[in-house]
């Protein structure tokens, strides 16, 4: 799933071991969509993934790629919506009726006048 958005906020990085006596780090950021009824989105990025987040800033408008999970824990359901690519959002492409700005240059001359011989004749053109 890819959704579009700006990040709005970054919480705090968390790390820690396991049962199993591994490492683990994650990281979580939420984005704002600019929809009609925009929506938060708070997605989680874990170990190696955290990278991504190099080089963006709160503001930065996104692409995120991700994937979403559920799991039960004492007949609860949690969720958890991981990140697995996040890419700068791409600016709309100008169609090339809007490539430069325009100039006042850019409007053509109009054609000379053809010169008139003295008769009257009485079409506009």
Not at 38 to 53: H, M, N
């Amino acid at each position: 799933m890819e959704i579009k958005g700006k990040i709005i906020q970054f919480l705090p990085a968390q790390s820690g071991t396991s049962k199993a006596g591994n490492e683990w780090s994650k990281q979580e950021f939420v984005i704002e969509t600019d929809d009609q009824f925009p929506r938060k989105v708070c997605f989680t990025l874990f170990g190696d993934k955290l990278s991504l987040l190099n080089g963006i800033s709160v503001g930065d408008e996104v692409d995120v790629s991700f994937n979403i999970e559920s799991r039960e824990y004492n007949g609860k359901w949690f969720h958890n919506i991981n990140a697995w690519k996040i890419n700068p959002a791409q600016p709309p492409q100008q169609s090339a009726q809007q490539g430069s700005p325009f100039q006042p240059d850019d409007v053509p001359l109009p054609p000379p006048e053809p010169e008139r011989d003295g008769t009257n004749d009485d079409l506009p053109f």
